[in-house]
Antibody, heavy 127, light 112 residues
Framework: QVQLQESGPGLVKPSETLPLTCTVS????????WSWIRQPPGKGLECIGY???????YYNPSLKSRVTISVDTSKNRFSLNLNSVTAADTAVYYC?????????????????????WGRGTLVTVSS | DVVLTQSPLSLPVTLGQPASISCRSS???????????LNWFQQRPGQSPRRLIY???NRDSGVPDRFSGSGSGTDFTLRISRVEAEDVGVYYC?????????FGGGTKVEIK
């Protein structure tokens, strides 16, 4: 059974970088798209972006200027860095797996969403 | 970005009664391959989201058959034929047809 586990600091200061890692167990990171999704307290879901196992990345345009997602296949994990954070970035951050992507015009859509999710980690941005 | 509007925001339901959630898209969700990539997720209190339905009407493995999805184009519906206590939570639709993928705002199902 595939399992995903987020790790990282629970508190980040404004203007600093939010770093998270997702470790994948019970399956290979190869062949899939790996995503970060966040949920502000009491609000809905927002996809931050995703990385293919080969390192190709696709970021939500609303966050693209501040986001880096990378993958380390040797350690079966992938990471998120979100810089210049503000209180608006306070959220539960989930990592998730997508089994399929469809490429078109430089983009990749994730037609079926995400089939495995981590438990999520709350990150608070505060001084 | 495609906006998915769910209604109602909150849905109190009596145990054993049916429930229906609407998801309306600001754009047609038919992809160039002819498929419609509209999916439904359930998030129980304190848990991660779980996919229930993919491509409009296909149930994921282990999802009870009281859950069903339907719709086309821009209008979609998730139905629960007889609500059980374990169905309490927030339900989200999600489109994977257009870049970037987007989620609806969620519908909270609770027991009366």
């Amino acid at each position: 059974q595939v399992q995903l586990q987020e790790s990282g600091p629970g508190l980040v200061k404004p203007s600093e970088t939010l770093p998270l890692t997702c470790t994948v167990s019970g399956g290979s990171i190869s062949g899939y798209y790996w995503s970060w999704i966040r949920q502000p307290p009491g609000k809905g879901l927002e996809c931050i972006g995703y990385v293919y196992y080969n390192g190709s990345t696709y970021y939500n345009p609303s966050l693209k200027s501040r986001v880096t997602i990378s993958v380390d296949t040797s350690k079966n994990r992938f990471s998120l860095n979100l810089n210049s954070v503000t209180a608006a970035d306070t959220a539960v951050y989930y990592c998730a797996r997508a089994s399929r992507g469809i490429a078109f015009g430089g983009f990749v859509v994730i037609p079926f969403g995400f089939d495995y999710w981590g438990r999520g980690t709350l990150v608070t941005v505060s001084s | 970005d495609v906006v998915l509007t769910q209604s109602p925001l909150s849905l109190p339901v009596t145990l054993g009664q049916p429930a229906s959630i609407s998801c309306r898209s600001s754009q047609n969700l038919v992809y160039s391959d002819g498929n419609t990539y509209l999916n439904w997720f359930q998030q129980r209190p304190g848990q991660s989201p779980r996919r229930l339905i993919y491509k409009v009407s296909n149930r994921d493995s282990g999802v009870p058959d009281r859950f069903s999805g339907s719709g086309s184009g821009t209008d979609f519906t998730l139905r629960i034929s007889r609500v059980e206590a374990e169905d309490v939570g927030v339900y989200y639709c999600m489109q994977g047809t257009h870049w970037p993928l987007t989620f609806g705002g969620g519908t909270k199902v609770e027991i009366k």
